[in-house]
């Protein structure tokens, strides 16, 4: 089964959206609608993307290369919770750096989101995995992200 999201009906309501929390995204679901979504936010400066490992559904298409329009983001800060530095997920992140220009906080963690079931969505907490990246792995992750950036990239946290 595919999906295609044009975000071209609430656009207006995401003209003025500045935080953005995508909770609970299958490991095996590809990233593009992420991607299209940013575009129709234009003034989005925060963005946080949970991965849950622990959730998949019909195997799907990981390529962040997919084709599309070259955006440019407003994001100043970006948290990827589920970060296991899989190649598909480097390439989002590093995607959206090379797309967002004022960028100056990237958070990246290797953990999960436990939800309030009484509150709902109010009631997300974000838990850190205990997970210890070793100084060539973090070299390593650290240096494919910047790879290309010829600007000032922003400040980037590995936990």
Known sequence: MQMWIKPVAIRSQLNHLKKLFIANVAMNWGTFWILTLLAAAPALESL???FDSEKASAPGLLDVQAEHHQHHYHLKELMVVGFNAVAWQTGFVKRIMQASPILEHVHLL??????????EL??????????EWHQCERLEVLDELTDG???????????
Do not use: C, F, N
Request: aromatic share 0%.
């Open 48 to 50: 946080h993307v949970h």
């Open 110 to 119: 290797d953990g999960h989101v436990v939800e309030d079931e009484e509150r």
């Open 122 to 131: 109010v009631g997300l907490e974000i838990v850190r995995s205990r997970r």
């Open 149 to 159: 950036i010829s600007s000032l990239h922003p400040k980037i946290v590995l936990e």
